[in-house]
């Protein structure tokens, strides 16, 4: 096994066989089919060709006239039906297992790659691989209720070596800002700025594929009418889930459908101006191509040239990589054509030889992983108490430990430092790092406090800094051997300058005095240790508080396992609640009755929005009318200052003015009220100034209230209808699923829809077609497409008669 590793996910994937890619040749159907030039082999899977030796070249000619290539099957008048069980069936059957698959039509342009890959579009018999491929995974979906399978869809064209997204049309995609680029991974190729479609039903995927179908870029030439300009890469995403919640596995693949353009001469197809610069980039691409499937067959070749053009780099994981591999080469039958049959059936055969290594991509779902290993804990850890009930061991716990537990280990580790405890209980593993990370700290901490004591007393010197003990000797610090004072024989402490009272007959005595200061502060240290009665009850209860409630543990686990039933499981269909309605009554109610009722059941959110917004609307206006009383009160304030200034000034002017040096003199009271008028006015500009943001505020809350009221009335109106005036049987329709959604529909057209021309029609179609019931969604998708591209033509007709 291989095990990959990506930063959400982990994916395994199981190594497969290496098998090589199966090549088929299907013969495009003509009235002038080349008999004498083309043969088949018996068992339908050889093609020889034979060249008529050309008499001009003169007698001596060694030109080889005869070709045999030996293929997978070789499809002659075939139909559309047997070309998809021949070639496709199985690589779609087996994605939806795990396996990557790629199905690429190739050859000259006209033999009919298109058609054996899309196929007629106006004619459900004549469809082609693509989407059959699409119908056969919903089929396969269905038949495998066990599973989620989601599926996704992409369009990417190539052309001109450029990237484009066929489904950027849509109305909720748009067009990228940046340029599409192709992007490398671990996990493989993938295109950067390409659009992915979730598509929940068949009908949805036939849409997109008919979209993209109408995007595709096409020229005319006299070799073909509706020639595909571009190559392009329908591409089919699988992920298929276990509906049973404890599986964590899921798979994904992924099916490349892929549709060259064909290669052509220039001197035949007549190509000029834009087609020839086309077909340019066509034949290049194809060129690259070929060489790319050379390399792979090549094992001495250590370099694949995947880079080259973006066709061989977009195929990188298809080429000879993890996925099955299909072929279908379209060739002419004619024998005008017969160097270009026999240069794709050269490709054929080359291709052939390309071995690729299929494998089932596996993968791990994170939330479930994690969901499982709590379960699995949860289990074991019950395992372990059960072991620990019959070992007496009443008190073991395995959570993590609180502050109050390691404040306990603390105290018990000093205690046992000190001597006061004689051993400390095992419990289990985590008590025991704990006692040991506590020991690591009691040390650190006596450490830093001998440390911090020592600095205080004495003056520290470094031996090895030979210029501070230089400085030492010459201020007669340091005996004649070198020695610090107070340092015995050279084997004290080396502590430096003793002090300036100590005597040297009393070294032994400050010795013993050092030591006592360290059993004095180690008995400082374990003084404020030892645990009072009060703590001992704490630390008792603190034990007993480490053995978890199973019964509460076993509830919380249940509640959360209904929980996460109820939020992934669905409800079917059929359910009770939906069977048990209440009685619809013989007269409906009136409507402001009916309102009330409708406020307190379904309306209730939107009513519960709508009085939110209502009472913050309220609470805004009242605190502007607050703000415009309080702007009133600073006016009139303002008013009153202007005039008291007023009448200071004119009486300064009676008295006449004094000056200093050319400023106006003015008295403290005139001096006040100039303070109190700027003052006020800043007051003024700053309550102004929130009444203004407190309009802007009640504006848009104001806005909110009447969209919140629209939305109560028209919801009301919509629930007043369904529950009242529509008929019961057309409730089915507008049920969670139906074809037709709330307020979709006039109310007068609901009441009348069983007798609709467009209803009777659409029961009329799924019972008189032809191809039966599975053609329903092709047609349905195929209608919906023209109908939209019709209507923006005629958007677009429109808007160019107004401009006019």
């Known amino acids: ?8 996910k982990q994916s395994l994937t199981r190594m497969g066989s290496r098998k090589k890619v199966h090549a088929y040749v299907r013969v495009k159907p003509t009235d002038d089919f080349a008999h004498e030039m083309i043969k088949y082999g018996d068992d339908n899977k050889s093609i020889d060709i034979h060249f008529k030796k050309d008499i001009r070249k003169g007698i001596v000619n060694n030109q080889q006239t005869d070709w045999s290539f030996k293929l997978d099957g070789v499809l002659h008048d075939a139909s559309q039906d047997l070309v998809y069980e021949t070639v496709a069936k199985d690589v779609v059957s087996q994605a939806l297992d795990g396996y990557n698959g790629t199905i690429m039509c190739y050859g000259q342009t006209g033999a009919g790659k298109t058609y054996t890959m899309t196929g007629a579009t106006e004619n459900y018999q004549h469809r082609g691989i693509l989407p059959r491929a699409l119908q056969q995974v919903f089929r396969m979906i269905e038949a495998r209720p066990t599973q989620a399978v989601t599926v996704r869809v992409s369009y990417l064209e190539i052309y001109n070596e450029s990237l484009f997204d066929l489904l ?8 990228s800002v940046t340029p599409m680029t192709i992007v490398e991974n671990p996990q493989g190729v993938f295109i950067k700025g390409l659009s992915v479609h979730l598509t929940s039903q068949e009908e949805d995927a036939f849409s997109l594929l008919f979209e993209g179908e109408t995007n595709r870029i096409i020229a005319s030439h006299t070799m073909n009418k509706s020639s595909s300009r571009s190559h392009c890469i329908f591409t089919i995403y699988v992920e298929a889930h276990s509906r049973t919640l404890s599986e964590e596995k899921y798979i994904t693949s992924k099916i490349n459908l892929v549709d060259l353009a064909g290669s052509e001469r220039l001197g035949k197809s ?20 070929e060489q790319a499937i050379i390399a792979l067959v090549d094992q001495k070749r250590g370099h694949i040239p995947f880079r080259q053009c973006k066709l061989t780099h977009a195929l990188k ?8 591999m299909v072929l279908v080469t379209n ?70 430990m609180d502050e109050v537990q390691i404040a306990e280990i603390n105290s018990q580790v000093r205690r ?82 003793a002090p300036f009272a100590t005597k040297p007959g009393k070294k032994a005595k400050t010795k013993r005095t050092f030591k006592d200061q360290l059993s004095s502060s180690a008995r400082k240290e374990g003084a404020s240790s030892p645990v009072s009665g009060k703590d001992l009850d704490l630390a008792s209860i603190s034990k007993t508080q480490l053995a978890p409630s199973s019964k509460d543990g076993d509830g919380k686990d249940m509640l959360s396992r209904d929980r996460e039933t109820s939020s992934i499981e669905p409800l079917p269909s059929d359910s009770p609640k939906e069977e ?33 917004n209502k009472s913050i609307l309220n609470e805004r206006r009242k605190r502007a009318s607050e703000t415009t009383q309080r702007i009133n009160v600073i006016k009139r304030e303002i008013d009153m200052t202007k005039e008291a200034l007023s009448l200071q000034k004119s009486l300064r002017e009676k008295q006449g003015e004094y000056e200093n040096k050319g400023l106006m003199i003015i008295d403290e009271e005139e001096f006040l009220l100039i303070l109190k008028l700027k003052d006020l006015k800043k007051q003024y500009r700053s309550e102004y100034q929130d009444l203004r943001d407190l309009r802007a505020e009640i504006q848009y809350c104001q806005r909110l209230v009447d969209q919140c009221r629209h939305r109560l009335l028209m919801e009301f109106d919509i629930w007043y209808n369904e529950s009242f005036v529509i008929p019961e049987d057309m409730q089915v329709a507008l049920r969670l699923g139906g074809s037709i959604r709330p307020g979709m529909v006039p109310i007068s057209r609901i009441v009348s829809l069983g007798e609709d021309d467009q209803d009777k029609f659409s029961q009329l179609q799924h019972t008189v077609l032809p191809e039966g019931p599975d053609s329903i969604s092709f047609y349905n998708a195929k209608v919906k497409t023209e109908q939209k591209h019709n209507y923006l033509k005629a958007m677009m007709g429109l808007q160019h008669a107004l401009r006019k």
Request: glycine share 6%; charged share 30%; proline share 5%.
């Open 168 to 175: 950027s049309t849509l109305p909720y995609v748009g067009p």
């Open 1 to 8: 096994m291989k095990r990959r590793k990506d930063s959400n």
């Open 580 to 612: 048990l309605r209440p009685p619809r009554p013989s007269t409906p109610p009136s409507k402001p009755v009916a309102f009330e009722e409708f406020k307190n059941e379904r309306g209730s959110e939107i009513n519960r929005i709508f009085k939110e």
């Open 416 to 497: 046992y430092l000190e001597g006061t405890l004689d051993e400390i209980d095992i419990i289990n593993l985590r008590q025991i790092q704990e006692v040991f990370n506590q020991f690591r700290v009691v040390l650190s901490q006596q450490e830093q406090e001998v440390e911090l004591a020592l600095r205080r007393k004495y003056t520290l010197i470094d031996k090895n800094d030979f210029a501070a003990i230089s400085a030492v000797q010459k201020a007669g610090l340091v005996d004649v051997d070198g020695h610090l004072v107070g340092e015995p024989d050279g084997q004290g402490f080396g502590l430096g300058v």
């Open 270 to 289: 007549g190509s000029e101006g834009r087609v020839l610069k086309e077909a340019t980039f066509i034949n290049k691409s194809l060129s690259f191509l």
């Open 317 to 324: 994981d298809s080429l000879g990589g993890n996925c099955n």
């Open 331 to 400: 060739i002419y039958g004619e024998a005008s054509q017969l160097e270009e049959t026999l240069s794709s059936l050269r490709f054929a055969s080359r291709m052939k030889l390309v071995t690729t290594e299929p494998a089932i991509n596996e993968k791990y779902d994170a939330e479930r992983m994690v969901k499982n290993l709590e379960k699995e804990l949860v289990l074991l850890k019950q395992e372990l108490a059960i072991h620990d009930s019959l070992a007496n061991r009443t008190l073991v716990t395995y959570e993590p």
